[in-house]
């Protein structure tokens, strides 16, 4: 008679992460980051924030287009310039024709291309950043998904602006400082260029998108990388990104 050893089961293996739709990891952004970016490391996803922001930009741009006009916005730009001001009127106004429709073009060329083309240089850089400074061994298509989510917020920024353009009388409205969000807002127009671009930097939605990206690189290797690590590595980067485009303001200014 032969007796049949019945092996009693192993551990349980982790649980799948439920999957999440986009819009649920968008609005997640918002109201649970931790479990979104979570569910990101996972499944890694980056295309549906990215194609909202592009649209959102490409209203704003229309709006602005339509309500404000690009001409006025170039004017402002050329005041200071001495080349411009030593020309005859005639001149002046061809030159502002001209610049206002090329200003328009790179509006909506700009708009459409800078969030896919900015996610990806922001995703290999903190790709570089994490994997070989700190051994995560984060993947690609992981880092962009955490690039797109933490971007989110823009869209909360670039639809206020829209607002902003509606209700304010077009000849006031500034477009580098729509919503007033950052220190450079503050700053008088004759102030240094690098002075306003440093303190343009301090802006609270920048701050914002720093931490969720610490919370989305924290969340793709636990183990690794701790929320702290991940902040620190995070705004140490962004700091050499802002002293950078303050120095070449400066140099150039």
Not at 118 to 126: E, L
Request: aromatic share 10%; hydrophobic share 55%; with cysteine.
């Amino acid at each position: 008679m032969t007796s049949t050893t019945v092996s009693s089961p192993g551990p349980a293996g982790p649980e799948p992460a439920a999957r999440v739709s986009w819009i649920g990891r968008i609005f997640g952004v918002f109201f649970s980051p931790k479990e979104t970016f979570e569910s990101i490391a996972v499944r890694p996803t980056w295309l549906a924030p990215l194609v909202l922001l592009c649209l959102a930009q490409v209203a704003l741009t229309a709006v602005f287009t339509e309500r404000v006009g690009w001409r006025g916005f170039m004017q402002k730009k050329l005041e200071n310039n001495s080349r411009v001001q030593e020309m005859t009127p005639e001149q002046r106004e061809r030159v502002l024709d001209v610049q206002a429709k090329v200003a328009r073009d790179i509006g909506y060329v700009g708009a459409g291309a800078a969030p896919f083309l900015g996610a990806v240089i922001v995703a290999a850089i903190y790709l570089a950043t994490f994997n070989l400074l700190v051994g995560a061994n984060i993947k690609f298509k992981t880092s962009l998904g955490i690039v797109a989510h933490a971007w989110v917020p823009a869209l909360v920024a670039v639809l206020l602006g829209i607002l902003v353009i509606f209700l304010k009388d077009p000849s006031t409205v500034d477009l580098e400082h729509l919503i007033a969000s950052n220190a450079g807002a503050f700053v008088s127009d004759d102030s240094p260029k690098w002075l306003v671009v440093l303190l343009g930097s301090l802006d609270l939605f920048s701050i914002w998108t720093l931490l969720l990206l610490a919370a989305g690189y924290s969340a793709a290797n636990p183990k690794k990388i701790s929320y702290g690590k991940a902040l620190a590595w995070v705004v140490t980067v962004w700091l050499i990104f802002v002293l950078a485009k303050t120095g070449i303001a400066a140099a150039f200014s």
